[in-house]
């Protein structure tokens, strides 16, 4: 016999704001599409890799994706790392009992085909289904590894500057008087320093470095969230509820965790395809100017900068191109979904 609880499960606004999302087909589907691509991407080494799965020679089996193995092991002359792709190792393994199982594509982000003779960039082949750059190195397997870099660094500078705008925007709109005005100066001087300065700065003192890139691009991540939550703790600080739980003596953080936040969270929610998205360009547009992460990173702005002084490559800007714009898109289409189904104005 089902109980009140079990009939009511999954009928709460939780649960009604999800159907509506699956309604929206363009945003539903587009989350799909996006999450596959994801979930693809961080098994790039699987997927796109010079070095085999597996080795089975002369009985017993290798994982060169796992442990390096010297040129010596499978019978050549040099104690360095096998080369996987060299021809004396692919005829090795022709031989019986003798087999290797490669990835899809026989490339990694940073593996060079030597076996080029045109000029570099190279237009797309058997070898390189994308083509090459002009270092020699596969651009599908560039791209692979550059979309995992762009979503991981988005939703770790979305991560990171959610959770530092939701607090600053929380005490500013909690407290009110002081520490609002305080605060709101604090920000006003802050957003009026240069960004792109100082990121120029801090790139010609340091490294370039994805750590560091991240740390610097979170410095100014979260100011424009922390209007909106604090414009939602200002209005909800007045309200009936909070007035009693202030008057039985609840503390201003369970206050602020409990009662507030969950009534605050639609804008945080809303902008958090958004975010991801303007995250994407910042770090393409920094790897553009060449102000982004090391050159040997695989990136999405670096190709487009190889597209920028290789005109007639037109390989390297096209499919650069339709991977972001492609990303975008999906993000956007997730945003404007989940913007209709938290509207207060529709039910």
Same mark, same amino acid.
């Given at each position: 016999?089902?109980?009140?609880?079990?009939?009511?499960? /999954?009928?709460?606004?939780?649960? =009604?704001?999800?159907?509506? &999302? @699956?309604? #929206?087909?363009?945003?539903?589907?587009? +989350?799909?599409?996006?999450?596959?691509f994801f979930?693809?991407?961080?098994?790039?080494?699987?997927?796109?890799?010079?070095?085999?799965?597996?080795?089975?020679?002369?009985?017993?089996?290798?994982?060169?994706?796992?442990?390096?193995?010297?040129?010596?092991?499978?019978?050549?002359?040099?104690?360095?790392?096998?080369?996987?792709?060299?021809?004396?190792?692919?005829?090795?393994?022709?031989?019986?009992g003798n087999k290797a199982l490669f990835p899809p594509n026989r490339h990694s982000y940073n593996s060079i085909n030597l076996d080029i003779d045109g000029p570099l960039p190279a237009p797309p082949s058997r070898q390189n289904l994308l083509g090459t750059?002009?270092? /020699?190195?596969?651009?599908?397997? =560039?791209?692979?590894?550059? &979309? @995992?870099? #762009?979503?991981?660094?988005?939703?770790? +500078?979305?991560?990171?500057?959610?959770?530092?705008?939701?607090?600053?925007?929380?005490?500013?709109?909690?407290?009110g008087g002081r520490v609002d005005l305080v605060c709101q100066r604090f920000i006003e001087i802050w957003g009026a320093m240069p960004e792109l300065y100082l990121l120029i700065i801090f790139a010609s003192i340091f490294q370039p470095s994805i750590l560091l890139l991240l740390v610097l691009l979170s410095l100014f991540a979260w100011m424009g969230l922390s209007d909106y939550v604090?414009?939602?703790?200002?209005?909800?600080?007045?309200?009936?509820?909070?007035?009693?739980?202030?008057?039985?003596?609840?503390?201003?953080?369970?206050?602020?965790?409990?009662?507030?936040?969950?009534?605050?969270?639609?804008?945080?929610?809303?902008?958090?395809?958004?975010r991801v998205s303007a995250s994407i360009l910042a770090l393409t547009s920094l790897d553009f100017l060449g102000l982004g992460v090391p050159p040997s990173t695989p990136s999405l702005g670096e190709l487009l900068a190889q597209g920028k002084a290789n005109i007639d490559a037109w390989w390297l800007s096209l499919s650069t191109f339709f991977v972001l714009?492609?990303?975008?898109?999906?993000?956007?289409?997730?945003?404007?979904?989940?913007?209709?189904?938290?509207?207060?104005?529709?039910?």
């Open positions: 016999m089902k109980t009140a609880a079990t009939r009511t499960y /999954g009928k709460g606004p939780t649960g =009604r704001r999800w159907k509506r &999302f @699956r309604r #929206s087909r363009r945003g539903y589907y587009s +989350l799909i599409i996006f999450l596959i979930v693809l991407s961080l098994f790039a080494e699987i997927l796109s890799n010079d070095k085999p799965f597996l080795v089975v020679y002369e009985g017993e089996l290798f994982f060169p994706l796992v442990i390096e193995y010297p040129e010596t092991r499978f019978g050549g002359d040099f104690e360095t790392e096998t080369d996987y792709l060299d021809p004396f190792f692919l005829e090795m393994m022709e031989r019986p750059d002009d270092r /020699g190195r596969d651009v599908l397997a =560039r791209l692979v590894y550059g &979309f @995992r870099l #762009s979503i991981l660094f988005g939703l770790g +500078l979305t991560l990171i500057g959610t959770l530092t705008g939701i607090v600053a925007g929380a005490v500013q709109g909690y407290f604090r414009a939602e703790f200002l209005r909800g600080r007045n309200l009936e509820y909070v007035k009693a739980a202030r008057a039985l003596g609840v503390g201003n953080v369970t206050i602020m965790y409990r009662h507030l936040l969950p009534n605050s969270m639609t804008p945080v929610i809303t902008f958090l395809p958004f714009v492609g990303t975008l898109i999906l993000l956007i289409f997730i945003g404007e979904s989940l913007r209709e189904v938290f509207d207060p104005r529709k039910k």
